[in-house]
Each structure stands twice: as structure tokens, then as C-alpha cells.
């Protein structure tokens, strides 16, 4: 599957994540407020997020969400393989100013269609305790598998499963 897609909607534009977007989405991501509910809670720290792009650049997938209206860098997502027809979209943060107004589920939308042209199931993993991002997984349609435990930054943590099927 192509994981670096550039998708252009009404309220966001995505494109790939280069190395000089690491300064505008750490200013983005050093909001703690972003990652209170997120197991990796303190991804707001410099060196913590620094890793966390790092990797985002290293395997690929990591794209930059801007807002349409203006360019401005509000957040990153990614694909990452699930599977051999499967893609899991996850790894998004988007700046508050852009919650609840439509922007995620717009982003969600076109990563959603641009996978399913190419995969059978898209896949989407939230941390148990962040009900914040599960609601917004569950408004999308998506079925909860069973939960698991999957590694993340080197360690093994629970996570609840969501799936999207091509019709």
C-alpha cells in the first residue's frame, strides 16, 4: 500500500513528514493537554516526542496534517502495516485548537478511503483509558475487535482494537 499519500480535503491537507517538520509539529505536540488521556503521556517532552518522529521518519508512513485554510502544521498521523491486506491508521495528534470541529474525522475520512483502495481492513489501536480517541474511532463505524497487548516504544502495553472492512 502507498503510505505517503498526499489527500487534500475541505478543512485538512496531508502530505509525508519530512525532517523540517519536526519544529512545527513538536510545537504542536508540547500541549500536554494533547496527551493526558494517551499511555505515552509524556510525549509533550522534547526528547520524548524527538523519538517518537524519529521512528515516524524511520519506518515511514508519518504524514503532516495541515489545515487547508491556511497551511498551518496542526498535527501528524500514520499508516503503519497490519497485516497483508490490513493498514492501521494511528500515531494522530492534532492541535485542540482543531477538536471537535470536524478535522479528525475528515483526516480519518480520506486516510480511510485512500487505504481501502488498496487493503481489505483498515485498523485503528487506542490506549484502554483514552476514551477520547476510542469515541472518535467508534463514530467512524469502526468494530472492536478483541483487545490486545501490542508493543510500543519498547514495551508491551493493552490497547483496544478497531476495524473497518471494504464493503
Not at 467508534?138 to 490486545?148: C, I, V
Request: glycine share 8%; aromatic share 8%; hydrophobic share 45%.
Amino acid at each position: 500500500m502507498h503510505r505517503q499519500p498526499v489527500l487534500i480535503g475541505e478543512l485538512v491537507s496531508v502530505a509525508p513528514t519530512t525532517a523540517d517538520d519536526h519544529d512545527a509539529l513538536y510545537a504542536v505536540a508540547a500541549d500536554p493537554a494533547i496527551w493526558d488521556q494517551h499511555p505515552a503521556h509524556d510525549r509533550w517532552q522534547p526528547e520524548v516526542f524527538r523519538a517518537f518522529f524519529d521512528e515516524g521518519l524511520a519506518t515511514g508512513g508519518m504524514l503532516t496534517i495541515r489545515d487547508a485554510a491556511d497551511g498551518a502544521v496542526i498535527g501528524a498521523t500514520r499508516y503503519v502495516p497490519a497485516g497483508p491486506q490490513a493498514v492501521e491508521i494511528g500515531w494522530t495528534f492534532l492541535a485542540r485548537s482543531h477538536w471537535r470541529r470536524g478535522y479528525n474525522r475528515e483526516l480519518k475520512r480520506l486516510m480511510i478511503d485512500h487505504a481501502l483502495t488498496q487493503v481489505d481492513a483498515v485498523r485503528f489501536s487506542a490506549g484502554v483509558d483514552n476514551h477520547r480517541s476510542r469515541r472518535a474511532i467508534e463514530a467512524l463505524g469502526a468494530t472492536q475487535l478483541p483487545d490486545a497487548m501490542v508493543e510500543r516504544g519498547g514495551q508491551i502495553v493493552p490497547r483496544v482494537l478497531y476495524e473497518l472492512r471494504r464493503a
